[in-house]
């Protein structure tokens, strides 16, 4: 069974650009998740989604923002590039609900760095 | 709010070691907790992942334990190898309905070294 993937894989930007990052979850996952990495705050959850309808949010500003597909498949957009996004962005995905079975699968991570 | 701690921050190890990692958690309300690894800049590993009413769980060489009440977890790894060498994470599923789906706090990890 093929893991979570992301793409692209590696992204350069300007200051002010904008983005979007591309998640596909193993196959039979509805829920998505999606965080960012640094090495100063480490992993900071972003927001999730299930069924195309966003359930849950990180304390991030409005930049940040993302859509869940039909299909589950998920992307992340964030606008108004700083630099300070430059970050691994990483996506999760689960089966679905709060079960405490409930076990998250990540993908290889989009690094973008922001100049 | 969920703090996640991790200790040591590093460890440094001769191969063959017996280890163990520690994760410990301020709010005990959790639906599980993960234990994952990962590689320099590369995604999560899952490694193990304990029910909030199971004390541990095995697999392979690992075996992680949780005492909820405590607000502990730890990780042992088994006469390790140097291809254990990873950053390993603990992250908490919250249990706090709405506000926990698809959510993981994570500590901020400890980066294993084993030389052989």
């Known amino acids: 069974k093929a893991g979570v993937t992301q793409t692209p894989r590696y992204l350069i930007k300007t200051r002010g650009q904008q983005v979007t990052l591309s998640c596909s979850p193993i196959s039979g996952h509805r829920s998505v998740s999606w965080y960012q990495q640094t090495p100063g705050q480490g992993l900071q959850f972003l927001f999730e989604y299930f069924s195309e309808t966003q359930r849950n949010k990180g304390n991030f500003p409005g930049r940040f923002s993302g859509r869940q597909f039909s299909n589950s498949r998920s992307e992340m957009n964030v606008s108004t590039l700083e630099l300070g996004d430059s970050a691994l962005y990483l996506c999760a995905s689960s089966l679905a609900g709060d079960a405490a079975y409930n076990e998250q699968f990540f993908g290889p991570g989009t690094r973008l760095t922001v100049l | 709010k969920q703090e996640v701690t991790q200790i040591p921050a590093a460890l440094s190890v001769p191969e063959g070691e017996n280890l163990v990692l520690n994760c410990s958690f301020t709010?005990?309300?959790?639906?599980?907790l993960q234990w994952f690894r990962q590689d320099p800049g590369k995604g999560l590993t899952s490694l193990l992942l304990?029910?909030?009413?199971?004390r541990e769980q095995t697999s392979g060489r690992l075996n992680a334990s949780l005492d909820k009440s405590s607000g502990r977890s730890t990780l042992y790894i088994a006469a390790s190898q140097p291809g254990d060498s990873a950053t390993y994470l603990c992250?908490?599923?919250?249990?706090?309905?709405?506000?926990?789906?698809?959510?993981?706090?994570f500590g901020q990890g400890t980066i294993l070294t084993v030389h052989p």
């Open positions: 992250a908490v599923r919250p249990r706090a309905g709405g506000t926990s789906y698809g959510k993981l706090t």
């Open positions: 709010d005990s309300a959790i639906y599980n």
């Open positions: 304990i029910q909030s009413s199971q």
